[in-house]
T-cell receptor, first 112, second 120 residues
Framework: DAKTTQPNSMESNEEEPVHLPCNHS???????IHWYRQLPSQGPEYVIH???SNVNNRMASLAIAEDRKSSTLILHRATLRDAAVYYC?????????????FGKGITLSVRP | GAGVSQSPRYKVAKRGQDVALRCDPI?????LFWYQQALGQGPEFLTY????????KSGLPSDRFFAERPEGSVSTLKIQRTQQEDSAVYLC??????????????????FGAGTRLSVL
């Protein structure tokens, strides 16, 4: 499976933007970039995904580098509720039932 | 609508005891996954069902682990003769609706809150 690399942790202040980086230099042309997050004592939840173009939804934005070897999850205004572990995961297009391969993720702390 | 439901939320077992963990997926979801999450680690894949068929069980750590989904809805993960190393959170996820023409709709996995298993 293609691998992703994320920093271990990041801190942010409440109501400020947060940029969470992810490197995936071995990504294949048929891999989507997915982000999930896991709040304390909960299961992971889907945040956003993209293939080549930048994506926006109500939770976040995803900026994908032109060569697709890296991406950044952007939380526009961090809240205390956004403190979680964020996972960047590659999912093959054709594997509609693909298992998710999680790494350790990046732990985001939000200061009030 | 209701999300993925797992029960029990917490389970304490004595070493050697058998346990059964239940997962109720989102109604209509074809795919069901089980993951194991050790403390401080990301979830790791155990097994996958499409309807009642177990299509991938490559992640099951030993033959003490067994999963079933007999009617293509509720799934049970059973662990026989539990060991201390089995202590973890067990997560269930469901995904994929299939349209009336058999087309796949969606590839996002929806997770339950997990069952925390402690083996003493």
């Amino acid at each position: 499976d293609a691998k992703t690399t994320q920093p271990n942790s990041m801190e942010s202040n409440e109501e400020e933007p947060v940029h969470l980086p992810c490197n995936h230099s071995t990504i294949s042309g048929t891999d989507y970039i997915h982000w999930y997050r896991q709040l304390p004592s909960q299961g992971p939840e889907y945040v956003i995904h993209g293939l080549t173009s930048n994506v926006n939804n109500r939770m976040a934005s995803l900026a994908i580098a032109e060569d697709r070897k890296s991406s950044t999850l952007i939380l526009h205004r961090a809240t205390l509720r956004d403190a979680a572990v964020y996972y960047c995961i590659l999912c093959p297009i054709t594997g509609a039932n693909s298992k998710l391969t999680f790494g350790k993720g990046i732990t985001l702390s939000v200061r009030p | 609508g209701a999300g993925v439901s797992q029960s029990p939320r917490y389970k304490v077992a004595k070493r050697g005891q058998d346990v059964a963990l239940r997962c109720d997926p989102i109604s209509g979801h074809v795919s069901l996954f089980w993951y194991q999450q050790a403390l401080g680690q990301g979830p790791e894949f155990l097994t996958y069902f499409q309807n009642e068929a177990q299509l991938d069980k490559s992640g099951l750590p030993s033959d003490r682990f067994f999963a079933e989904r007999p009617e293509g809805s509720v799934s049970t993960l059973k662990i026989q003769r539990t060991q201390q190393e089995d202590s973890a959170v067990y997560l269930c996820a469901s995904s994929l609706r299939v349209g009336t023409l058999g087309e796949v709709i969606g590839n996002i996995q929806y997770f339950g809150a997990g069952t925390r298993l402690s083996v003493l």
